[in-house]
């Protein structure tokens, strides 16, 4: 039981920094200027909207039963680490597509 509430507290500590580094929000912790939470705004809608959208289109396979190919029947362990790998894997991928296009503008 103890093994678990130290779990639950790390994690929860280290969340928070995520979400500090992540948001760029001072309450946090993080200095920022506005041009770099701007980025990073985006970024997390950005890589929210993607998972949002892959979830809408696994529905939309399931309920017409359009699985197809190798992965049809493949079983997998943890679903919800291969959708946390997804988010994360988008989120980079929108930081820096954001970080190219404000930076561009400034030129």
Same mark, same amino acid.
């Given at each position: 039981?103890?093994?678990?509430?130290?779990? #639950?507290?790390?994690?929860?500590? &280290?969340?928070?920094? &995520? &979400? @500090?580094? =992540?948001?760029?929000?001072?309450?946090? @912790?993080?200095?920022?200027?506005?041009?770099?939470? !701007?980025?990073?705004?985006?970024?997390?809608?950005?890589?929210?909207?993607?998972?949002? *959208?892959?979830? #809408? #289109? +696994?529905?939309?396979?399931?309920?017409? +039963? !359009?699985?197809? @190919?190798? =992965?049809?029947?493949?079983?997998?362990?943890?679903?919800? !680490?291969? /959708?946390? =790998?997804? =988010?994360?894997g988008s /989120?980079? *991928?929108? /930081? #820096?597509?954001?970080?190219?296009? !404000?930076?561009?503008?400034?030129?």
């Amino acid at each position: 039981m103890f093994i678990e509430w130290v779990v #639950i507290f790390l994690v929860g500590l &280290i969340l928070f920094w &995520i &979400i @500090g580094w =992540l948001t760029g929000d001072k309450t946090y @912790g993080a200095r920022d200027d506005e041009r770099s939470e !701007l980025i990073k705004h985006k970024a997390i809608v950005g890589s929210w909207t993607f998972i949002f *959208v892959v979830f #809408i #289109i +696994n529905i939309i396979f399931d309920i017409f +039963n !359009l699985r197809t @190919g190798p =992965l049809k029947d493949a079983p997998f362990g943890q679903p919800e !680490l291969f /959708y946390l =790998l997804v =988010l994360i894997g988008s /989120y980079i *991928v929108f /930081y #820096i597509i954001n970080r190219r296009r !404000l930076s561009s503008n400034e030129k």
